[in-house]
């Protein structure tokens, strides 16, 4: 008897009325882990791939897209916690490891915080720039200041918030 793995197309041989063979190839060629199958689902074997490592060019693309996404929604670092922020990301990549929101807010957010921070700093120094200053206080009389800078940059107007 000849059963045709689904993923990488091979045949192989088994004896008598037994796919011990199958399970064994996928989780030697495919490096993989396998899940049970439902009974009677036949040859049918599920395969549930490891998680990219931290280093991984894909794993560093989306936590890099992560950060963007918390910073310019003003999300909070919690966002990780929810179990619907969580199917996303699964669906997104199964692969994917979410950062602990522990991670996230120490290490992640401070380190683009300081990437920007610095850009902001070259540019401005490098650009004349008009300031602006709005001070401020809600109902509940607690006070805000406003600091913004404005330049021009490939003749573009950039505006920069630096306090609020």
């Known amino acids: 008897m000849k059963a045709k793995c689904k993923y ?15 399970p064994t190839h996928v989780k030697h060629n495919q ?7 439902t009974p009677g689902s036949g040859i049918s ?13 894909r ?18 670092s ?11 990301m699964a669906t997104m990549d199964f692969r994917y490891v979410l950062p602990s929101r522990k991670h996230l807010s120490t290490m992640l957010i401070k380190s683009r915080f300081d990437e920007v921070q610095q850009k ?4 401005l120094q490098c650009h004349p720039t008009s300031m602006s ?10 006070s805000f200041l406003g600091v913004t800078g404005h ?11 630096w306090l609020t």
């Open 8 to 22: 990488c197309e091979w045949t192989i041989s088994t004896s008598g009325k037994t796919t011990h063979n199958l």
């Open 31 to 37: 490096g993989t882990e396998l899940r049970k199958s």
């Open 45 to 57: 074997v599920q395969m549930q791939q490891p998680a990219i490592t931290a280093t991984h060019p």
């Open 59 to 76: 794993q560093k693309h989306i936590t890099n897209k992560h950060v963007n996404f918390i910073a310019s929604t003003l999300q909070s």
């Open 78 to 88: 919690s966002v990780v916690k929810l179990k619907d922020f969580q199917d996303l």
């Open 120 to 123: 902001v700093i070259f540019l």
């Open 133 to 142: 200053l709005d001070i401020w206080s809600s109902r509940q009389m607690h």
């Open 151 to 161: 330049f021009i940059l490939d003749w573009k107007m950039e505006t920069v918030i």
